[in-house]
């Protein structure tokens, strides 16, 4: 298929205890899972190791808990949730430690077909510096290993990256291999016109790719949070709008860039305002529209209005 990767149709996994990392860094409410996507992303992945008899052991990290484990963060919700939409039951691993004793009893008993989900592998502190010895712990678990985490595959973690210095049968599940596909063909070959769009609130994130971009895009179009930083670069008011004031210069240099190019580089034109956040977040708030050149200084550009809406559209 072209990527010079290994994906899980190259083998059948009959009897194999196979390990997945998956992206179940789903939004939560007060122990409520608000949005699913994520987690159906990866059904068609752990659906095809099911039907090869494969014994299916799951991690992922969930959200950012700073002093090891929070209850707040625990994956036994996603739990619940998977089994409905397998049909089947997916057993909880319920330890801290992530690779305890619960884990290891899981494991042990399994019967080919059936699905076990290890709690949160940020819980331990060695996750995100991808230090061998937890690496190592995730990988006594299994025969084989599976990267279906796009959203996390680019960061060198111990489920990510350092588990694969002990597990020698790796691959990559359909969600991966889909992403890298479309980002490969869409970025080398693409159909034009070609249009980007990046959003996100921060633009320190995104310095290469906004760069990158502007050599291969005929539209560059940018929402967000971090639109805010390139209209204040443009000497527009943004009130306390989201900002990122060591990188107006380079916001300009991008726009001097796209000009030179013949990229049209689009910002937002008018935006909804806001006083301040609502708590709880989803509470009703007051807004207005107002053009960009004319955003109070006392509130905070929140989202596009709906003349950049036609204009992103178009």
Same mark, same amino acid.
């Given at each position: 298929?072209?990527?010079?990767?290994?994906?899980?149709?190259?083998?059948?996994?009959?009897?194999?205890?196979?390990?997945?990392?998956?992206?179940?860094?789903?939004?939560?409410?007060?122990?409520?899972?608000?949005?699913?996507?994520?987690?159906?992303?990866?059904?068609?992945?752990?659906?095809?190791?099911?039907?090869?008899?494969?014994?299916?052991?799951?991690?992922?990290?969930?959200?950012?808990?700073?002093?090891?484990?929070?209850?707040?963060?625990?994956?036994?919700?996603?739990?619940?949730?998977?089994?409905?939409?397998?049909?089947?039951?997916?057993?909880? #691993?319920?330890? $801290?430690?992530?690779? *305890?004793?619960?884990?290891? @009893?899981?494991?042990? +008993?399994? %019967?080919?077909?059936?699905? !076990?989900?290890?709690?949160?592998?940020?819980?331990?502190?060695?996750?995100?510096?991808?230090?061998?010895?937890?690496?190592?712990?995730?990988?006594?678990?299994?025969? #084989?290993?599976? $990267?279906?985490?796009? *959203?996390?595959?680019?960061? @060198?973690?111990?489920? +990510?990256? %350092?588990?694969?210095?002990? !597990?020698?049968?790796?691959?990559?599940?359909?969600?991966?291999?889909?992403?890298?596909?479309?980002?490969?063909?869409?970025?080398?070959?693409?159909?034009?016109?070609?249009?980007?769009?990046?959003?996100?609130?921060?633009?320190?994130?995104?310095?290469?790719?906004?760069?990158?971009?502007?050599?291969?895009?005929?539209?560059?179009?940018?929402?967000?949070?971090?639109?805010?930083?390139?209209?204040?670069?443009?000497?527009?008011?943004?009130?306390?709008?989201?900002?990122?004031?060591?990188?107006?210069?380079?916001?300009?240099?991008?726009?001097?860039?796209?000009?030179?190019?013949?990229?049209?580089?689009?910002?937002?034109?008018?935006?909804?305002?806001?006083?301040?956040?609502?708590?709880?977040?989803?509470?009703?708030?007051?807004?207005?529209?107002?053009?960009?050149?004319?955003?109070?200084?006392?509130?905070?550009?929140?989202?596009?209005?709906?003349?950049?809406?036609?204009?992103?559209?178009?």
């Amino acid at each position: 298929m072209g990527l010079g990767k290994k994906t899980i149709d190259d083998e059948n996994y009959a009897g194999k205890r196979v390990l997945v990392r998956c992206d179940f860094n789903v939004p939560m409410k007060d122990g409520v899972i608000t949005n699913d996507n994520r987690i159906n992303a990866a059904l068609p992945t752990i659906k095809k190791l099911i039907a090869d008899g494969a014994k299916v052991i799951l991690c992922s990290h969930l959200g950012k808990p700073k002093n090891g484990p929070e209850a707040k963060f625990s994956l036994a919700p996603v739990a619940v949730r998977l089994s409905e939409k397998l049909g089947q039951p997916v057993t909880f #691993a319920d330890d $801290d430690n992530v690779v *305890g004793e619960n884990a290891k @009893a899981a494991v042990a +008993t399994m %019967g080919n077909g059936e699905v !076990v989900l290890l709690q949160n592998t940020r819980f331990r502190k060695e996750e995100t510096k991808n230090e061998p010895a937890f690496s190592e712990e995730l990988a006594s678990l299994a025969d #084989a290993y599976v $990267d279906d985490a796009f *959203g996390s595959c680019h960061r @060198a973690h111990c489920s +990510t990256a %350092g588990v694969t210095d002990y !597990v020698k049968d790796t691959a990559v599940g359909y969600l991966m291999e889909k992403e890298i596909k479309y980002l490969g063909n869409a970025v080398n070959d693409p159909e034009r016109p070609f249009t980007a769009i990046l959003g996100g609130a921060k633009v320190a994130d995104k310095l290469n790719v906004i760069s990158n971009l502007l050599e291969k895009v005929d539209t560059l179009i940018i929402g967000g949070g971090m639109a805010y930083t390139f209209l204040k670069a443009q000497g527009y008011e943004i009130g306390k709008s989201l900002c990122d004031d060591s990188k107006l210069d380079y916001c300009k240099d991008m726009m001097a860039k796209a000009k030179e190019k013949g990229v049209k580089l689009l910002l937002p034109v008018d935006a909804a305002c806001i006083k301040d956040f609502p708590d709880p977040i989803d509470a009703p708030v007051d807004t207005v529209i107002v053009p960009v050149t004319a955003i109070p200084a006392d509130m905070e550009g929140c989202d596009i209005g709906p003349e950049t809406m036609k204009l992103f559209a178009d």
